[in-house]
């Protein structure tokens, strides 16, 4: 799941600034400022996530996370406002933190301590390794079919992986896992 929404993230990031720039309407402080907005919202999300984890578990936050990123990714073409966009990167970069925290603190609990060093190098390659692929894929769509399109397909990849992924990420799925490791 993290090699997909690292595909997918960088599909978008690889055409952002032209984003920002032609369809925004923003100049170089409102490009910044709108990265700041992920960034503030991380931040945020940082300090929320572990109250949200307790309070819905970790596979209800997962699956928060993933359906919040297609409503988002989905609302984000129809802005032309840059107010309306910091909103709603504000809350991606929020909502998105979530994803870190239930996804690594699980696969720690989940891996037994002599395999953890290969099991976070495999997961890193899997989630790193797509960021490349996706700026490639995300740049080659904006060129061909307009800026847009790489958010029009995050949300359908996201809605997608949601509905794939709905079984494993129940919270009671990841408490048989931790009971059974």
């Not at 923003?26 to 503030?40: H, Q």
Request: hydrophobic share 55%.
């Amino acid at each position: 799941m993290a090699g997909v929404i690292n595909l997918i993230t960088f599909g978008i990031i690889s055409i952002f600034v032209l984003y920002a720039q032609d369809i925004l309407g923003v100049v170089d402080i409102g490009y910044g400022l709108l990265l700041s907005a992920i960034g503030i919202g991380g931040l945020v999300g940082a300090l929320v996530s572990p109250r949200i984890v307790r309070a819905i578990g970790p596979g209800n936050t997962l699956r928060y996370v993933i359906g919040s990123a297609a409503l988002l990714t989905g609302v984000f073409p129809f802005l032309s406002d840059i107010w309306a966009a910091g909103a709603v990167l504000l809350l991606y970069g929020l909502t998105s933190t979530g994803w870190n925290v239930v996804s690594v603190s699980l696969r720690q609990r989940l891996t037994p301590d002599q395999l953890r060093a290969r099991v976070a190098g495999a997961a890193r390659l899997l989630a790193w390794g797509t960021q490349p692929v996706g700026a490639l894929l995300g740049g080659a769509l904006g060129a061909a079919v307009g800026l847009r399109s790489p958010f029009w397909v995050a949300a359908v990849a996201y809605t997608a992986m949601l509905s794939l992924t709905w079984r494993i990420t129940s919270n009671r799925t990841i408490r048989a896992a931790e009971t059974a490791g």
